[in-house]
């Protein structure tokens, strides 16, 4: 069964950088991959996509600020986040799927990031 692990998430201050990993236990096709993220109390969103030709979409709360990266043909994603704010804390989850602005089939465990001094 294929699984996306997900790492480097921890506490940051404001205006902080975090880089997110996420990785495949074993390859897999799909179209995108992507982030999402979930605060407290509030609807998952996504937050960056990218197809296996490397086109990009953004979240506009974070465009200028994030830049998701990677290699989908070998399922693994980046996503570097500068300028954090505390509006950017909440559990990050990677995604892939068909379609890098819908979230598809297959989800990582999360990863938390917390932005706080």
């Known amino acids: 069964q294929v699984q ?7 506490l940051v201050q404001p205006g902080g950088s975090l880089k997110l990993s996420c990785a495949a236990t074993s390859i897999f096709k799909v179209y995108a991959m992507g982030w999402y993220r979930q605060a ?3 609807r998952r969103e996504l937050v960056a996509g990218i197809t296996v030709g490397g086109d990009t979409n953004y979240a506009d709360s974070v ?6 990266s990677g290699d989908v043909a070998k399922n693994t994603v980046y996503l570097q986040m500068s300028s954090l704010k505390p509006e950017d804390t909440a559990v990050y989850y990677c ?17 938390q990031v917390t932005v706080s001094s």
Do not use: C, H, M, Y
């Open 4 to 10: 996306l692990v997900e790492s480097g998430g921890g």
């Open 40 to 42: 407290p109390g509030k």
């Open 63 to 68: 465009r200028g600020r994030f830049a998701i």
């Open 95 to 111: 995604n892939a799927g068909d379609d890098p602005t819908t979230a598809g089939t297959f989800w990582g465990q999360g990863t």
